[in-house]
């Protein structure tokens, strides 16, 4: 894990840069990223590197760093996510429909070689029943650089694990080029404790098995294990590797949080710890709001973290699909300019653990 001190020191020198000096730091990291990615599959010395290339590559996309919602449905309750507690509220829960894909495949054009994350604020991926077909139409458009997806991998079943297979292998599959697996610690109990379903005997088989299917294609495709644990708990990751990637497929890498993140609205849990709240004074919009997700519902919101849209609170919200961009990118200037020019902070960002300044 980089030290918070690294990530703000990075943050700063970056958030000096011209656009067209991140957009150069972005193609040179995305470029040391796949020769260290060769290296580790030979030495797993190289991992903090690797997680210092997706911290400036993800930096450097800024706002060109798109959050695709594909379904916000969950087959979890996670204890560290608001969706059990959206649950309880008139949010409409589903899969993004094919016409609302088609409308915001057409906003790519206001990017220059976006940064797609398909990255449900609540929800998982692979419970689209035509994901691996939304996420190539998003491959296919010119504006998309890079692409990355995240997954419980609850659904990772036979297959979803064919259909991964056989999108790697299109013509843009390599522009797909990590996926995070988010699981809950190395153990069934700990995984019940945080996920609050019975299935980590089921993960660590499709994980398992994907990897080796990975191998014996001769795919090389990045693979983030980002574990999550609860309070006093730190990541074995030979004990992590050997439950996960018994084939030992070459490009696996491995992350913790032992840590969440919070804010003054968010139920706590007395399972986990949070990550504390460095600044006390917030004269800055954060960086996040310059990240844009399209909804599964269609709306299309100012956030990049899990808790930018909190139960019943619509505050980051820019528009729906069929507004102008326009109009959303005015909406997303008011944001901004309240924030530092009123100090009116919206009520997901106040107290928020995860602001960076802009």
Request: aromatic share 12%; charged share 25%.
């Amino acid at each position: 894990m980089l030290g918070r001190k690294v990530k703000t020191a990075l943050d700063l020198f970056l958030g000096k840069m011209p656009e067209f000096v991140l957009q150069l730091f972005a193609k040179i990291f995305s470029y040391f990223k796949k020769i260290l990615s060769k290296k580790y599959a030979k030495s797993r010395r190289y991992s903090r590197l690797l997680r210092l290339c997706d911290f400036v590559i993800t930096r450097c996309n800024g706002n060109r760093f798109i959050e695709y919602e594909l379904s916000n449905i969950c087959n979890a309750q996670c204890v560290f996510c608001p969706y059990p507690d959206m649950l309880r509220t008139e949010k409409k829960f589903m899969h993004m429909p094919k016409d609302v894909m088609e409308s915001n495949l057409k906003k790519l054009s206001h990017f220059n070689s976006a940064m797609l994350s398909f990255t449900p604020t609540t929800g998982d991926t692979l419970l689209h029943p035509e994901w691996d077909e939304y996420i190539q139409s998003a491959l296919e458009s010119k504006y998309v650089h890079r692409a990355t997806m995240f997954t419980n991998a609850i659904k990772l079943d036979e297959e979803n694990r064919e259909k991964f297979i056989n999108l790697l292998k299109t013509k843009n599959g390599n522009k797909l080029s990590e996926i995070y697996f988010s699981l809950g610690g190395l153990d069934a109990v700990t995984y019940k404790a945080l996920y609050k379903v019975d299935r980590f005997d089921l993960v660590v088989s499709n994980i398992a098995i994907f990897l080796e299917q990975l191998k014996k294609e001769g795919l090389t495709m990045g693979i983030h294990i980002h574990v999550k644990l609860l309070k006093g708990q730190t990541l074995d990751a030979d004990l992590a590797s050997k439950i996960f990637n018994p084939s030992d497929y070459p490009f696996v890498y491995y992350s913790q949080s032992n840590l969440y993140f919070s804010n003054e609205q968010y139920t706590r849990n007395s399972l986990i710890d949070y990550k504390p709240d460095h600044w006390a004074i917030k004269t800055k919009a954060c960086a996040y709001l310059n990240k844009t997700r399209f909804a599964a519902d269609g709306a299309i919101w100012a956030d990049g973290c899990v808790i930018s849209e909190m139960p019943g609170d619509s505050s980051l919200k820019l528009g729906e699909n069929n507004s102008s961009w326009e109009a959303i990118e005015s909406k997303r200037k008011l944001l901004i300019g309240n924030w530092e020019e009123k100090q009116e902070i919206p009520l997901p960002c106040r107290a928020c653990t995860m602001y960076r300044p802009r």
